[in-house]
């Protein structure tokens, strides 16, 4: 997995679960064409339909839900690692 692809299945899982890509680039504190880059990026490296877009709505496909499915979890955990790890840090902050 290149970091690309794990930049871009944060973008698609914010996304998924905001269901919006304006309210997902707000929360992750980046544009939305950049959010809409990552994730048209992340649908054509791996060539599949991950969302359904509509002037009024976003869906996912059975593919996006498929992999929402396990990105979700993996990016919980990935991140509650990481708070554990900066809590038991013995070094000051920079």
């Not at 905001?18 to 707000?26: D, I, L, P, Y």
């Not at 877009?53 to 593919?63: G, K, N």
């Not at 990935?78 to 038991?88: C, G, K, P, T």
């Amino acid at each position: 997995m290149s970091r690309d692809d794990l930049a871009d299945l944060v973008a698609f899982a914010a996304v998924a679960e905001m269901g919006s890509f304006t309210k997902a680039a707000s929360r992750l504190g980046v544009s939305q064409s950049a959010l809409t880059r990552a994730v048209q990026q992340l649908e054509g490296r791996h060539q599949i339909l991950l969302l359904e877009r509509t002037t009024r709505r976003l869906s996912l496909t059975p593919a996006g839900e498929a992999l929402l499915d396990v990105v979700r979890p993996a990016l919980q955990i990935i991140q509650n690692q990481l708070a554990l790890l900066e809590s038991q840090r013995e070094l000051p902050s920079p």
